[in-house]
Each structure stands twice: as structure tokens, then as C-alpha cells.
């Protein structure tokens, strides 16, 4: 079945890029999404990528897609305070189902 | 404001008693989610339906039900048979082809 896998924990100092990291097994996905969740809240998309591209950048954030190793990564360019959260990777064929990582806690270091 | 509301945002369960989660979207989505949240185990699929009337079990169905009476409406009852029901519980919707839309999440404990 999928499988999605994430680092539990990342810090990172104010000002600083942080990346989040994320590898997938199902080679079908088409598309790939990053949520972010709020302490105690819902979850939020942030953005998402196609399968047939290899990067989208949406003012500070950066994904980065490694098809052929099944890596994706999200690059969080000067870090602020309010980027403190839990960060989900997920995959899908469509929409209709899709597979979450475990979540990253982003912790910013001031 | 168009959205998904779940209710209530804390819930109290004795153990053995049956309970009702609501989730309410005004988006017209076709399709709505149930998931389940622990900690450090990412989001699980509990049940999801496309289309009024119908719904699929998910990976973690058991313990669980649904229905889908109205577009707008898709309660999760967690029965007394789910062995291990406190959790955070997100619902969800879209339409095909786009994101999945999420509620504020109804956090469940079991006394």
C-alpha cells in the first residue's frame, strides 16, 4: 500500500530557510500537497504540485519534486514565528483519497 | 462565509456509550472525509463518500459508522466497539480534482 514518511521534528532560527523533507512509495500519485495544522486547528493547504514537474514556487514557499527517488521537499524561505506549526506531506490520484505523512513540528528558534 | 464547521470542538465519552460527531459544509462539495489524528501518526482515514447515499470504509473503519443523507452533512458515530477512541477527529471535503477543504477538528476523550 502507500506509504508516506516524514521527520517527526525540525528547528530552525528566525530568519534562517527551513526544509521540510518527505518520501512516498506510490509511483501512480499525480498530485502531491503540503498542509500546514495550527495547534488545536484544522489543516491548511499551502500549496501543491502536478507529478510532471519538478518545482513550484509561491512567493516563500518552494517545492521541490525528485520523481525518479520519490522525494518531496518544501522550503520555507526566512522563517518567521508564525511558520511554527505541524507540516503534512501528502499523495493522492486525483483527489479522492489521500495518503498523509506523519507531519513535521516546525519549531522556530528565535 | 463558506466552510466546514464541526461540532462540538471537545467532547467527553464515558466508555460504552455511542457518540455523534457533526461535520456541515456549505461549499457543495461532492465528496466528504473522516480522519483520525495521533500523535506522531499523521492523519488515517476513517470513512469517506463521493456522492450522497454512498460511502466507502477507510483504513481504519472499524468501531466506526456514517451516513450521507444530504450533500451537506456526513456525522461520524464512534461506537462503544472502537477500542481506542480518543483522538483528534478532522473532517474534510472537495470536489474532484481539487484540494480537500478541512474542519477545525473535534477533539474526543473517553473517561
Known amino acids: 500500500g502507500e506509504d508516506v514518511e516524514q521527520s517527526l521534528f525540525l528547528s530552525v532560527r528566525e530568519g534562517d530557510s527551513s526544509v521540510i523533507n518527505c518520501t512516498y512509495t506510490d509511483s501512480s500519485s499525480t498530485y502531491l500537497y503540503w498542509y500546514k495544522q495550527e495547534p488545536g486547528a484544522g489543516l491548511q493547504l499551502l500549496t501543491y504540485?502536478?507529478?510532471?514537474?519538478d518545482m513550484k514556487q509561491d512567493q516563500r514557499l518552494t517545492v521541490l519534486l525528485n520523481k525518479k527517488d520519490k522525494h518531496l521537499s518544501l522550503r520555507i524561505a526566512d522563517t518567521q514565528t508564525g511558520d511554527s506549526a505541524i507540516y503534512f506531506c501528502?499523495?493522492?490520484?486525483?483527489?479522492?483519497?489521500?495518503?498523509f505523512g506523519t507531519g513535521t513540528r516546525l519549531t522556530i528558534i528565535p | 462565509d463558506g466552510g466546514i464547521t464541526q461540532s462540538p470542538k471537545y467532547l467527553f465519552r464515558k466508555e460504552g456509550q455511542n457518540v455523534t460527531l457533526s461535520c456541515e459544509q456549505n461549499l457543495n462539495h461532492d465528496a466528504m472525509y473522516w480522519y483520525r489524528q495521533d500523535p506522531g501518526q499523521g492523519l488515517r482515514l476513517i470513512y469517506y463518500?463521493?456522492?450522497?447515499?454512498?460511502?466507502q470504509k477507510g483504513d481504519i473503519a472499524e468501531g466506526y459508522s456514517v451516513s450521507r443523507e444530504k450533500k451537506e452533512s456526513f456525522p461520524l458515530t464512534v461506537t462503544s466497539a472502537q477500542k481506542n477512541p480518543t483522538a483528534f477527529y478532522l473532517c474534510?471535503?472537495?470536489?474532484?480534482?481539487?484540494?480537500?477543504?478541512f474542519g477545525p477538528g473535534t477533539r474526543l476523550t473517553v473517561l
Open positions: 474534510a471535503s472537495s470536489n474532484p480534482g481539487n484540494e480537500q477543504f
Open positions: 504540485i502536478f507529478s510532471n514537474m
Open positions: 501528502a499523495e493522492g490520484f486525483g483527489n479522492e483519497k489521500l495518503t
Open positions: 463518500s463521493q456522492i450522497v447515499n454512498d460511502f
